[in-house]
């Protein structure tokens, strides 16, 4: 297996974790030491059973981090270059892999390419970095203050190539890549290609949200994609009681692992966090069971192994609630919700003794208007054979029964019973369960 199929993320966003302030610093100001903080959450990570910090924008920006003005310098208010190789190599003692976010699709107005061009207009050796549109550039989705780059321009690939290759040699395992869908895949093939050759082991996965997942890693040359229609699924069938929505979203996520692995989430820094979205409290478990069996790559938000609430809105500002200040050291959280956290690393322990989940496909065997069951077999065992894991969910409000296929079950988690000799599974109201087995006969 490559290393990323044992990964499991804790997703930071830096510039809100660490309370930096909302725009940047005035020139002459000195860096805010802050990245070291994180270095005191790595403990945090591991006891979660994650093994990699995807961190949200570090560069240099204007506001919110996905407005960069320079991609080879440290946001001062973050820190410095110091700051974040020392949180890299601290990580790597401890055996964390640290995930960059790279916005690559667009800029923010202070670039410098940019404001040589509009200095300097057609004169600028950066005029063919941007794409004029009436009487301004191109921007990215209508936002003025994001201007979009020109993927046509090989000189725009050099420099996206030789900004992951700068933190990669610093020690970084691999790049999100911000807004891939809206990135000809070509170029990503150009890039990821190039870096490659130097960096044989980094990982890259873009933020694909619709389209053909499969083709930006076929045609774009990433390794895995956002898996944003599961994330829909789970909170949408669980707010509507419909079973068959998220059986409906395995098929495609099947189809997926065929290719690739996704990368799987239910919650993010884009997103109202999970524990928002769900109408019914006792459904979070049944999330967090489907993130931790599924095949993919799972990522934590942090904050939601705590169970935070925060709401998205579309207005400016409208993402601060999910992206808020954590306290300087984890043992200031205290015992809020802590037993959520402690789900979590009940699945994510069970998730890692079957490493081979992460590209394993889902079957599914009881589907009603209140449950589903499905197992999950080692695709690298033959028929009836290898290990197995069995995950029964009861969406309702009324005690109900399931089935899988019999095999000596033995439950992980969860509040539900699987009887071995026949696979009958008794769950409580919006109960649930996960149990494993050595094989399930053939």
Avoid at 323 to 345: T, Y
Wanted: charged share 20%.
């Amino acid at each position: 297996m490559p290393w990323s199929d044992h990964a499991i993320w804790w997703h930071v966003y830096p510039l809100g974790f660490l309370g930096a302030e909302r725009a940047a610093l005035p020139p002459g100001e000195p860096p805010r030491h802050r990245l070291p903080v994180l270095a005191d959450w790595l403990d945090h990570l591991l006891a979660l059973g994650c093994n990699g910090l995807a961190l949200g924008p570090v560069f240099a920006a204007e506001t919110h981090g996905y407005d960069t003005t320079d991609h080879f310098r440290v946001d001062p208010r973050l820190g410095t270059e110091e700051d974040l190789t020392e949180l890299v190599e601290r990580a790597a003692e401890r055996g964390v892999r640290v995930l960059l976010d790279g916005v690559f699709n667009h800029v923010g107005r202070s670039f410098g390419p940019f404001q040589d061009v509009v200095r300097r207009g057609a004169a600028s050796p950066y005029a063919d970095w941007f794409v004029p549109e009436g009487d301004d550039f191109r921007t990215f989705e209508g936002h003025r203050h994001l201007v979009a780059l020109n993927h046509e321009n090989p000189e725009v690939a050099d420099h996206v190539a030789a900004v992951m290759e700068h933190w990669l040699d610093r020690g970084v395992a691999g790049w999100r890549l911000d807004a891939a869908y809206a990135v000809p895949r070509p170029f990503w093939r150009t890039v990821t290609d190039r870096v490659r050759a130097r960096h044989p082991q980094a990982w890259f996965s873009g933020e694909v949200i619709h389209g053909d997942y499969t083709a930006y890693v076929t045609e774009g040359g990433l390794d895995s994609v956002t898996q944003y229609e599961l994330w829909k699924a789970v909170w949408s069938s669980l707010n509507d009681t419909n079973p068959h929505e998220l059986a409906w979203a395995f098929k495609r996520h099947n189809a997926l692992l065929d290719t690739f692995p996704p990368q799987t989430f239910v919650g993010n820094h884009d997103v109202t966090r999970i524990a928002s979205r769900l109408h019914e409290p006792r459904h979070l478990a049944h999330a967090l069971a489907v993130l931790f069996t599924v095949g993919g790559i799972p990522s934590v938000y942090a904050g939601d192994e705590r169970a935070w609430q925060g709401v998205k809105e579309e207005r400016v500002g409208g993402d601060d609630a999910v992206r808020p200040a954590f306290p300087a050291r984890p043992e200031e959280l205290g015992d809020d919700r802590l037993s959520v956290q402690r789900l979590h690393q009940t699945l994510v322990g069970l998730r890692r003794r079957n490493a081979w989940l992460v590209r394993a496909q889902t079957q599914v065997h009881t589907l009603n208007n209140t449950v589903l069951t499905y197992t999950l077999t080692d695709p690298a065992a033959g028929p009836g054979s290898g290990a197995a894991v069995a995950v029964a969910l009861n969406f309702g409000a009324a005690p109900a029964t399931g089935a899988v296929p019999a095999a000596p079950w033995t439950r992980g988690a969860g509040d539900g019973d699987v009887d071995a000799g026949s696979g009958t599974v008794s769950l409580p109201a919006f109960g649930w369960c996960v149990a494993t087995a050595p094989g399930i006969p053939g």
